[in-house]
């Protein structure tokens, strides 16, 4: 069969050393996680071109989506991007050395903090951020508009049941 594929072979392989077993599971996980895999790749081409690691791209992405003044606590920062404050605070220690972000005491508490967009950091921010987006559309252009809506909609409703 002309649409068979790796996963397909995998699954055929466990299905004769484990009949007892359902394995068709492994055709919907295994395919996300190869696609997973190549996409992770993909995108982290493109921050790289810009100087960044994934983690520093989703904490200038975040400033930067938020708005003037474009910056937030450590706290929210680590909300947003879904990791610790310590990732957060390694993250950030790498953009204040390169330029990108800077710290300062926060407006509403003089003992808070807050984490900063420079000048530099925006634009480099706007300028990876076009790429990215104009990289992720490369990546879906094998799907028609209907697919990626119904893609989109399955999407959101695992996503909802698993509480993502």
Do not use: C
């Not at 989506?65 to 790498?94: I, N, Q, S």
């Not at 921010?125 to 119904?150: M, W, Y």
Request: hydrophobic fraction near 45%; avoid cysteine; charged fraction near 30%.
């Amino acid at each position: 069969m002309a649409d068979t594929d790796r996963v397909d072979h995998i699954v055929g392989q466990w299905r004769a050393e484990r009949p007892d077993l359902d394995v068709s599971p492994l055709q919907v996980i295994g395919r996300l996680h190869r696609v997973a895999d190549r996409l992770r790749e993909e995108l982290l081409v493109v921050y790289r071109q810009h100087g960044l690691g994934e983690g520093e791209f989703d904490i200038l992405a975040a400033l930067r989506r938020a708005g003037e003044p474009f910056a937030a606590a450590p706290g929210e920062l680590a909300r947003t991007t879904m990791v610790t404050t310590g990732a957060v605070t390694k993250r950030v220690d790498r953009l204040v050395a390169s330029g990108l972000v800077v710290r300062r005491e926060s407006d509403d508490d003089g003992r808070g903090r807050t984490i900063a967009l420079t000048p530099a950091g925006r634009r480099v921010i706007d300028d990876a951020f076009a790429a990215h987006v104009r990289n992720e559309a490369r990546l879906l252009a094998g799907l028609s508009p209907a697919q990626r809506g119904d893609l989109e909609r399955l999407l959101r409703a695992w996503g909802g049941a698993l509480e993502v």
